[in-house]
């Protein structure tokens, strides 16, 4: 299928899960994400969810990288350059909702990308190679080409892998790991144990 094809298919399977059904999955997979050797290192990305585009509820996430005292790494999304700008997440940073819907920091201490050692990218859908589809603007794979090679780039998916994404860019950055609710998926590309 193609990228617009996943996007309109995966938007419509997230429109149909439930609240209750929303936050099961997000624990699994948080309880999932526990079992990889992903822990020793300091500084995490990781997005806030949209609640009302049925995200992945990074609560559970969030409160496992507090609970193991990690920097804990939140973005501002600029729409007029694509751009994401990266900020460390303390008890004093003020969030609110951008005009899309998407809660991100007002400001506070910038954090530079390759200070990033591990991401966990949003998607609506990724295929077996580690290829993803998100919104279709490009901010993750602008900000994940910023990053140092050895960044650990972690999916998050309510659903499986689909066989193939058909239309492929070459400037799309390919993850390490999806986990699901009920697998770990590993691909080839990546470059931990």
């Keep these: 299928m193609t990228k617009t094809e996943l996007r309109k298919k995966y938007k419509s399977l997230r429109k149909q899960l439930t609240k209750d059904s929303v936050d099961d999955l997000s624990i699994a997979i948080a309880n999932r994400l526990l079992t990889l050797k992903i822990w020793e290192f300091d500084f995490y990305h990781i997005f806030l969810s949209i609640e009302t585009q049925k995200e992945i509820n990074t609560d559970h996430i969030l409160n496992i990288l507090s609970g193991k005292d990690k920097n804990i790494v939140i973005s501002k999304s600029n729409f ?114």
């Design 80 to 193: 007029e350059t694509l751009e994401l700008t990266n900020y460390l997440l303390t008890d004093s940073t003020a969030i609110h909702l951008n005009d899309y819907n998407i809660p991100e920091p007002i400001d506070g201490i910038e954090i530079d990308d390759g200070k990033i050692d591990v991401v966990f990218v949003p998607l609506l859908a990724f295929d077996v190679n580690g290829n993803r589809v998100g919104y279709g603007k490009g901010f993750y794979d602008g900000f994940l080409s910023k990053c140092k090679p050895k960044t650990i780039k972690i999916g998050l998916s309510f659903f499986e892998a689909e066989t193939e994404i058909k239309d492929v860019f070459e400037k799309d950055v390919s993850l390490d790991y999806c986990v699901t609710p009920n697998k770990i998926y590993i691909f080839q590309n990546s470059s931990i144990d």
